[in-house]
């Protein structure tokens, strides 16, 4: 059984540029998290997907923020016109449904410069 | 607001010297309590789910108890591999949220040989 999967692991952009983190759930997990972790923070919540359904989104995910899970599957996050307060690991989370319990890919480490 | 509190923000031990780490929080009507541990770099590792008050759970030399307001992490007889920060979550108490949750600031634990 494979874990949660992120790619890449790590992203070096010029502000400005748009990025495009990709998730791999847990193949029997129909909930999807993405959260943002700056150092010396706990995880903060950004968005969550039900199945290809998006329901529920932070105050935290400006409109330069889009996240995606088209068929339900794996997920990608775009961030456009980066800045640099967007340096952060970007964490993803899988559970299944009605279990709070979420499981945790290793991050993307995005680095704004 | 529902929060979260850790404390200490780090902890420094001696291999084999026993300590807690705390974990307060502010949401009414729990959902439950979760601990994860994180090492430097990577995603947060699930450990622990608490629902009620007086329950505990044990895995080798950690144990996580609950009551009403806090959770405690008990650390018996630490190893330096055990060094690594320790971060807790509850899901938020507001009307309509499905398994976001909030995350304290962790504690960072670092064991000495």
């Known amino acids: 059984d494979t874990g949660v999967s992120q790619d890449p692991r790590h992203k070096i952009t010029k502000r400005g540029q748009n990025v495009t983190f990709r998730c791999d759930p847990i193949s029997e997990h129909n909930r999807l998290y993405w959260y943002r972790q700056t150092l010396g923070q706990g995880p903060e919540f950004l968005t969550y997907?039900?199945?290809?359904?998006?329901?529920?989104k932070s105050r935290l995910l400006s409109d330069r923020f889009s996240a995606e899970r088209p068929k339900g599957s794996f997920s990608t996050l775009e961030i456009q016109r980066t800045e640099q307060g967007d340096s952060a690991m970007y964490l993803c989370?899988?559970?299944?449904?009605?279990?709070?319990?979420?499981?945790f890919g290793p991050g993307t480490r995005l680095t704004v410069t | 607001e529902d929060q979260v509190t850790q404390s200490p923000e780090a902890l420094r031990l001696q291999e084999g010297e026993s300590s807690s780490l705390n974990c307060s929080y502010t949401?009414?009507?729990?959902?439950?309590l979760f601990w994860y541990r994180q090492d430097p770099g990577k995603g947060p590792e699930f450990l622990f789910t608490l629902y009620s008050a007086g329950e505990e759970k044990e895995k080798e030399r950690l144990k996580a108890t609950l009551t009403k307001k806090e959770s405690f992490l008990h650390i018996t007889a630490p190893k330096p591999e055990d060094s690594a920060t320790y971060l807790c979550a509850v899901p938020p108490n507001y009307g309509g949220s499905q398994g976001n949750l909030i995350f304290g600031k962790g504690t960072k634990l670092s064991v000495k040989p």
């Open positions: 949401v009414s009507g729990l959902r439950g």
């Open positions: 997907f039900q199945n290809e359904a998006q329901l529920e």
């Open positions: 989370a899988s559970s299944p449904a009605g279990i709070y319990e979420q499981y």
